[in-house]
Nanobody, 116 residues
């Protein structure tokens, strides 16, 4: 029932920064864990970052650890991307977890392209 919309993607330069946004509609996701995922061109989707319901625990993929930061408020989940690399080029999606890694609410995704 709750749907998520991702935005904030665009063109970035290697070493630069970009901030992604994920907003909920049709309800709230304040009681659920949230996650960011991405699909690089020609590859399968991969996990990027996780944040629990309170924002007190985060988990990152090794490929983005130390460069990306996930955060949240009542209605929005953020992905602050710094020190961008060309391999970060992908369509980025967010989702919420109903429990037991039951991810749902996928949005349309937002394209991130990092030039080399």
């Amino acid at each position: 029932q709750v749907r998520l919309v991702e935005f904030g993607g665009g063109l970035g330069q290697a070493g630069g920064s970009l901030r992604l946004f994920c907003e909920a509609s049709g309800g709230t996701v304040s009681s659920y864990a949230m996650g960011w995922f991405r699909r690089p061109p020609g590859k399968e989707s991969e996990f990027v970052a996780f944040i629990n319901w309170s924002g007190g625990r985060t988990v990152y993929a090794n490929s983005v650890k130390g460069r990306f930061t996930i955060s949240r408020d009542l209605s929005t989940v953020y992905l602050q991307m710094s020190d961008l690399k060309p391999e970060d080029t992908a369509v980025y999606y967010c989702a919420y977890d109903l429990g037991g890694s039951s991810w749902t609410g996928w949005g349309q995704g937002t394209q991130v392209t990092v030039s080399s």
